[in-house]
């Protein structure tokens, strides 16, 4: 039997989190989350609003913490080492894809 | 149950000592994993590299490991009469499940097995999609494998499809969660969830960037020169587009709201790239009017060539 998938989430910054949801899908405890904010590798939406909210993809940058600091073993400091070059990395990424679109000829080979 | 080989996963012999087990893996972490590295099949080659690592790095499932005996990789076998009960406190079917799987219900060195709830494992799926797909949203099947325990608690590998409605709105590397589809929680902990990735295949006219989308536009010189009015495609249908009179080569003529809708409201844009292109042979008629302009035109593109280079 085919299960039929509706309900979707965006994880884009239409849609908002608590810390605790971010502590509970990513698998980090409230305390490392907090140390990535200690680091600026995740922001919450106001900075001195309590309980802090999140933008939705933050689950996704969660989730790369946990996964890099279990494989490397990595300490806190690591990792947001780590997350910074990441997001690093994908800004530049992005800003390869948005002028090889820009370049006439063919598929960007998305 | 196929067999795989731990130590030539990680390049290693079987006398490897700890420290070179370890050291094994963060070298081939290092090159493999898939958030830091650009090899190719990097998940799946790193998936292997941490399954042989969680293994061998633990004595005593290492042990038990080795009474497995060494098999072709890949070959089909069952563990000796007496391994389950001397390792192992769950009960397996040993049929339709990989090795990861058995040792990751072993009870390792040290930790005893705890009644805790613990939440569902997390699945990761890629959503290949057209950008007509993308546009009008769709509907799509997912694949996955997925561990589940039946009700004598033995682990079965099943494999899993889920019709999964995309709505309009996604463009590539969207991400997004489905709560609650990913594996069982144990012990009364919360079911997993499954992630998907958006991925659109290229498209023979248009180029993504974000939501906006780019589309070359070949004009003849005289089109340039002089604009007209011509139909162009959008992923809604043809559109007719105005061309301004003097339209040079690599201007983007905008359309707005043309490219992918977005996910709440809005939509991004179209923008034509301008390419000036001339016919590869001429016909006489051509040849002498061409040949006519070049006579009578005073125009030089190259003028700033001779002024320091300002246009």
Request: aromatic share 8%; no cysteine.
């Amino acid at each position: 039997m085919k299960a039929i998938l509706t309900e979707m989430l965006w994880l884009d910054e239409h849609n908002t989190i608590t810390l605790s949801e971010l502590a509970e899908l990513s698998g980090l405890s409230a305390d490392d989350i907090k140390d990535l904010i200690d680091y600026g590798v995740i922001v919450p939406i106001e900075e001195d609003r309590s309980p802090a909210t999140f933008n939705a993809n933050y689950v996704i940058t969660a989730k790369t913490a946990h996964r890099l600091r279990n494989d490397f073993e990595l300490d806190a400091r690591g990792v947001a080492l780590a997350m910074t070059l990441i997001e690093r990395v994908q800004e530049l990424e992005a800003q390869l894809r948005a002028l090889s679109a820009k370049l006439p000829g063919g598929s960007n080979g998305i | 149950m196929k067999y795989k080989d731990y130590y030539s996963v990680l390049g290693i012999a079987h006398t490897a000592s700890e420290a070179e087990i370890k050291s094994a893996y963060r070298k081939l972490a290092r090159k493999y994993h898939p958030d830091v590295s650009k090899e190719r099949n990097a998940e799946e080659r790193f998936k292997d590299i941490a399954e042989a690592y969680q293994t061998l790095k633990d004595p005593e499932k290492r042990a038990a490991y080795d009474q497995l005996g060494k098999q072709q990789p890949g070959e089909e076998f069952k563990p000796p009469p007496d391994w389950q009960q001397r390792y192992s406190d769950t009960r397996f079917s040993f049929d339709d499940i990989d090795l990861a799987d058995l040792f990751a219900g072993l009870r390792g060195g040290g930790t005893h097995r705890v009644h805790a709830p613990m939440a569902g494992q997390d699945y990761e799926a890629v959503v290949h999609l057209t950008l007509e797909q993308a546009f009008h949203g769709t509907q799509v099947n997912v694949d996955l494998s997925m561990s589940e325990y039946d009700a004598q608690g033995v682990m079965h590998r099943v494999p899993q499809v889920f019709n999964a409605r995309i709505p309009k709105g996604v463009t590539d590397g969207q991400r997004m969660r489905v709560p609650g589809k990913g594996g069982a929680g144990l012990n009364g902990g919360r079911a997993g969830d499954l992630y998907l990735t958006i991925a659109l295949h290229p498209h023979p006219l248009f180029r993504v960037s974000g939501h906006d989308l780019y589309l070359d536009l070949p004009l003849a010189p005289w089109e340039a020169a002089l604009g007209t009015s011509i139909e162009v495609p959008t992923p809604a249908g043809q559109v007719r587009l105005k061309v301004p009179a003097a339209t040079h080569a690599g201007q983007q003529l905008r359309l707005p709201k043309r490219g992918l809708p977005k996910p709440h409201s809005g939509a991004g844009d179209l923008y034509a790239m301008v390419q000036i292109v001339v016919p590869s042979e001429l016909t006489d008629k051509e040849r002498s009017l061409f040949t006519q302009l070049a006579e009578d035109s005073r125009f030089n593109p190259r003028g700033h060539f001779n002024s320091g280079g300002v246009k």
